[in-house]
């Protein structure tokens, strides 16, 4: 069925694939926003949700931080944020709740604020209070604007002068990605086309992604890919603390499992994190799935990681169409967020 263009062309009715076939574009925006540190900067927290948290996930792996860094996934902040706490607001939506919450929350802490959001209460109130604020692009699904946010973020820390280089390095990575990307594309056949074939022994399936520490947002971002454009339940966590708990739950039954199994291993791991790899397929066989490996291509981390980001999503569209489901809407998120505002 995957190599049925119509059969694809009726089910993406929207062209999410062509959407993740440019992604690359989306590193070489230019964010056009004013922001400069009003005073020291000890720490840093990332306020988002889902797809706006990516890019913080992301640096924690590339580029990493100087200072303590959290990622904020909740209605409260921590209780050491304050003057000296960069608080970043992130909301495509820009009406994200646990976000305007949090945002709120900073505010009274007189936290040093920078906002990203296509619009929504969130660009507004950012505008009446005079933080700097970056517009994203709107008009395309959320979880398919990463670059952009790892766009921004990028920018975002040389304006605060935490950090440098970071945007000539993702205009390098953007002409890689633009690269490798055509190999996914829906007119290349599953006989040479990857993700059509890591779709097919998902289908069907409950998927469970596993990635070591620099790869670990390439791990949940293919959670939250195959949830949102599948349709289809999936789970993610991360190795060595799989092996310290996780792995004793695969060894019992029943011994035919309904997973697919997915490991994300770099040659860039620790290589004791790549041993650990090796050794869990080896003792678990025959009580869970056989993992279906990927490795991201690629010289440098960050190559992996856009990479990774990437084959996620064409492999979740994929299983979409095998599922029958046109990729795009999430009609049930908007119905749960009418609900819980009744």
Known sequence: MLDDLKFIHDKDSQDALGVVEKQWQQLEHEFEFEAAPKGPIDNVVWGGMGGSAIPAQLSLSWPGHDKPFEICRNYDIPRYVGPNTLFVASSYSGNT???????????????????????????????EAGHPLAVIPGGIQPRMTTLYFIKFMATMFEKMGLATGLRDQLTAASAVLKDVT???????????????????????????????????????????????????????????EFSHNEMIGWSSHPTDKPYGVVDIRSNLEHERVQKRFVVTERLLSGMRPAPHVVEPKGETLLDQLLWGLAFCDFTSLYVAMLNGIDPTPVDLVEKFKAELNK
């Open 97 to 127: 709740e646990e976000t305007l919450s949090a945002l709120s929350q900073a505010e009274e802490k007189d936290a040093q604020i920078v906002v990203v959001a296509a619009g929504g209460k969130l660009a507004d109130r950012a505008r």
């Open 182 to 240: 055509p190999a996914w594309r829906a007119d290349v056949p599953t006989a040479q086309n990857p993700a059509k074939q890591l779709a097919q022994e998902l289908m069907g399936k409950s998927v469970v992604a596993y990635g070591g520490p620099k790869m670990m947002p390439v791990a949940n971002k293919f959670k939250i890919a195959m949830n949102e454009n599948a349709k289809n339940i999936a789970w993610w966590n991360q190795l060595p």
